[in-house]
């Protein structure tokens, strides 16, 4: 089945790989050759975290850590779950946190907290999107990438009901789309394999 779907840009491919790029630069200044132990936060950082370790030219180690916070909905918060089962020793290492986005600052604060229980010589963090005017914690991410205006987007790793972590650019996430996504989401139901 192809997708038809043409969703309100915010981001496109090009403006994505300029943001991580220029990100990428910046982390490789500051941690000039030393080895990283790059985690990226499950689900939402995958694609980041895919192009942003073959664009850093230093030695590192890559794991994951899932935190899930958000259950579907645009706005409703369910508890915050962090599973650090997969991921792999980090004491006495640098660590740099990769997550998708920085909305409340709930889910990078509270990783950030886990992770010094396990003993690193540091935890830095990289995120692709920051809403600026959301924040609520008094966690700042190290690097961001993109400051993005108080909108629910998808794409580039980010979901909208587990959906749209495919597309190649970042869209804001319009009344019509939800009104979509509902449709296509109730034919599937009747077509589940
Ligand atoms: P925070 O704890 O900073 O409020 O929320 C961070 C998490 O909420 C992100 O990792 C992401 O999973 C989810 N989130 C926050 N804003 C958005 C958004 O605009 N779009 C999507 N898809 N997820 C978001
Ligand atoms: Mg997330």
Not at 32 to 50: C, D, F, K, N
Not at 95 to 118: A, C, N, P, W, Y
């Amino acid at each position: 089945m192809t997708t038809e779907i043409a969703m309100k840009v915010l981001l496109s491919k090009e403006d994505l790989h300029d943001g991580v790029t220029r990100m990428a630069q910046q982390i490789e200044a500051a941690f000039e050759g030393r080895q990283l132990t790059i985690v990226g936060v499950l689900t939402g950082s995958v694609v980041l975290l895919a192009d942003l370790i073959r664009l850093l030219d230093q030695p590192m180690r890559v794991g994951v850590i899932q935190a899930s916070s958000y259950r579907g909905a645009t706005t409703e918060r369910g508890d915050l779950v962090i599973n650090s089962e997969l991921m792999l020793d980090i004491s006495g290492r640098d660590v740099l946190l990769v997550d998708d986005i920085f909305d409340t600052g709930h889910t990078l604060s509270r990783v950030v907290e886990k992770m010094h229980e396990l003993g690193p010589n540091s935890i830095h963090s990289a995120v692709l999107l920051r809403k600026e005017v959301r924040q609520e914690v008094d966690y700042e991410p190290d690097f961001v990438a993109f400051q993005i205006p108080d909108e629910f987007v998808v794409g580039y790793g980010l979901d909208y009901e587990d959906m749209y972590r495919n597309l190649p650019y970042l869209a804001a996430l319009q009344p019509e789309d939800i009104a979509r996504h509902v449709t296509m989401a109730a034919e599937h139901d009747g077509v589940r394999v």
